[in-house]
């Protein structure tokens, strides 16, 4: 079963949603309060095997109980009973290969059905399959929705691990008819002693709890002893629920959340095998970063004929992102009770691996290349010492743009509706051109004079720090090769003999704008300062003389960079 679209009204945070839910691997990311877990909640409640929830006034969209709770889930790759007319056949709808919905399926459409929870003000719930031939529509039973399989896994697992209806080892069992005699069984044999009980009495569950541990074998996942059936002996009754996966005497509960939430998700992609999503909430929880990686290159994984299965999650990890590619992340954006959500265009993907981070911030500056980067590196270390909030405090970060896909990495992050500030270079066209930029809500920073960054900084500092930043290339690149490359700049005045000892060079002849124009094309054309490290030992120099540049190009835009960073102080 695959989930299509999701459309939500007045429930919780959201009081409008509609979003077509395209790949089979989704996550969903957004600053807090987003409603991402409110999706994942919708999606959960309108698919439940449950037949009566506890809803209560909160649950509406700003707790007003005028109008009802709708949530509609259309869902697709349907089991085949559903497809009859006995069932929900003539309450079908059709999904494009475009991805939209018809309402009357067309020749080359996928069967679709639309689920619709709806909860009225008097909290009455009520689920049907629903389409616009007929809006109040086919009421579908517990039953039958359990058989879409979707199964929700978030802080709270260990029902998964118990015999109860809709746990995932429930369905690993196989055998839901006969489940409820199976824990009779267990119940009488446990007044006595459940020692006792044959194992053949017992034997769908000692071979779903053989499944489990060959499921986790995948994840890393293994049990102490053996994973079995046994009786809770916490538990009220020996009912549903009663009869827990054990992992030698010890209930499996009682395991640390990451192997538990790893083990579920194993059990998961085994029952999904035979079709129904997984919804995960904060999938990095309780997992150390080498975990995460094992978990998302897992569930990313193709099954051959199976294709990959169809999970959707949530996560606030660049670990996460980082194993990702840019079109299976999500961008949830939520204003004034509308909630979006943004597909992450293919050109982000080097941003995905090198900067998943950004993807996780309110604002983003995107740098053109690593001097750049290394360079706000050291303005944010200098601000936050002088008392400023530093680029993390602020929901701030910093991404490598990469050079010339710079300004269209800019310019996508703008589209998803970021807060972007684009620090670059002059000295060539850029594309999309400034005005473009500032259109889509950028603020654009580049320097003045058509130069680049190691050019301006030439031009700009006092003359002692002009020679700060030579001594600095000197110390990382030998005095030789420094001076050389200067003097090649100014070889036209033959008379200038540079020694080693940049201080002394004003007193050779040169003027001052000859040497610092050929410092700064030197810089920039032997790259002296294309690693982050060093770009931050250079603005290290910029900061010590800021007070004696507030009013060159180089001081304002350094200015315009902490305004526009603090500027929700």
Known sequence: MRIRQVEIERFRGIKELKWCVDGDIVCLIGPGDATKTTILDAIELALSPRWNIPFDDTDFYDA????????????????????????????????????ELHDEPEQEDEMVLTIQLRVEPSLEQSWAVVNDRNPEGKHITAKDREKLGCARLGDYLDRHFSWSRGSILSRLTGEADSLSGIL??????????????????????????????????????????????????????????????????????????GTRRLLAVAMQREVAKAGG??????????????????????????DGALGRRHVLMTTHSPVVLGELNAQDIRIVRH??????????????????RKASEAFLARKVIVCEGKTELGFCRGLDAWWSRDGRPSFALAGIALADGGGSEATRVTKALADLSYDVLFLGDSDQPIDPDQNALEQAGVKVLLWDGDTA????????????????????????????????????????????????????????????????????????????????????????????????????DLGQKIAALQKWAHSDE
Do not use: C
Request: no cysteine; proline share 6%.
């Open 64 to 99: 007003d109980t005028s109008e009802p709770i709708v949530i509609r889930v259309t869902v697709g790759d349907l089991p085949e009973e559903f497809k009859s007319d006995a069932k929900y056949g003539l309450e079908a709808r059709g999904w494009s290969p475009s991805g």
């Open 184 to 257: 009779a069984e267990a119940g009488r044999a446990a007044r006595s002693a459940l020692a006792d009980v044959p194992h053949e009495k017992l034997s769908s569950l000692r071979q779903a709890a053989l499944r489990a541990r060959q499921a986790g074998k995948e994840m890393g996942v293994a049990p102490t002893a053996e994973y079995k059936p046994h009786l809770d002996v916490q538990a009220v009754s020996v009912g549903l629920g009663g009869v827990s996966l054990h992992d030698g005497e010890v209930p499996l509960r009682r395991a640390g959340l």
């Open 277 to 302: 999503p997984t919804l995960i909430d904060e999938v990095e929880h309780g997992l150390e970063p080498h975990r995460i990686r094992r978990l998302i290159r897992v569930l990313s994984a193709n």
């Open 335 to 352: 204003e004034h009770g509308v909630t979006k959500v943004y597909s992450v265009p293919e050109d982000l993907q080097p941003i995905v």
């Open 453 to 552: 960054i190691e050019q301006r900084i030439g031009l700009d500092l006092p003359w002692d720090g002009v020679v700060d930043v030579v001594n600095l290339a000197m110390n990382v690149w030998g005095e030789d090769s420094v001076r050389d490359a200067i003097a090649t700049r100014l070889e036209a005045h033959s008379e200038r003999k540079l020694t080693n000892n940049p201080s002394d060079w004003l007193g050779l002849g040169p003027n001052d704008d000859d040497f610092r124009k050929a410092i700064g094309d030197a810089a920039k054309k032997k790259g002296w300062f294309k690693r982050v490290d060093l770009a931050e030992d250079l603005s290290e120099i910029v900061i010590k003389y800021y007070v004696n540049i507030k009013e060159t």
